[in-house]
């Protein structure tokens, strides 16, 4: 779970800052003020929830080029990876899926299994070596229930609501505070400050930070 997890949320931090990049870039040749208070709650909650989306959206490729996940189907020939697969299909369609998910193993020592995907019908679980090895084939079919039930209960799409709501939260707070900052340090003939690239610059810093925290 781990896995999935930090995946999504790596994903998500560089999908956000690469968002926050393009806000600050389009919004004032838009002429909206990036910094007004209503105009940034709106635009931070749009595209906090969007890049949420993106990076569900992006989670089986993701995790695919990540951990160098190899896919298996009923003609694999090694048979012990078609029992896998044929497993994933039995439990499937008991837990009411409308697809069978791709199923995946990756080379790693430590024992571990995720689920991930951006839909019951586009889904992928995958599991390592090392689990595989080290439990017997009821040990991982508990494991493959366990993370069958994570798509069939639409977990993926609860944590992105979620995250949604995180990244609007932090786009809007790493902009105040980066506003205040601002303001703090201009003279007062209004000269100085940070300037354009050094808000966009803090700005970014501040999100990075906050997501950790939030995440």
Known sequence: MLKRIGLFLLTNILVIL???????????????????????AVFCGVFGMTGAFISLAMSRWIAKQAYNIYLVDSHTQDYRSREIYDMIVR????????????????????????????????????????????????QVEAVAAHEVSHIASGDMVTMTLLTGIANALVMFLA????????????????????????YMIVVMLLETVLMLLAS
């Open 18 to 40: 690469t968002v926050s990049l393009v806000l600050n870039i389009v919004l004032p040749l838009l002429g909206i003020n990036p910094r007004g208070m209503w105009g940034l």
């Open 175 to 198: 902009r105040i505070i980066a506003g205040i900052i601002d303001s703090a340090i201009r003279g007062d003939d209004d000269e100085g400050g940070l300037g354009y690239f050094g």
């Open 91 to 138: 439990l499937s369609r008991k837990a009411g899926l409308p697809e069978v998910p791709e199923v995946g193993i990756y080379e790693s020592a430590e024992p571990n299994a995720f689920a991930t995907g951006p839909s019951k019908k586009k889904s992928l679980v995958a599991f390592s070596s090392g689990l595989l090895n080290s439990m017997n084939k009821e």
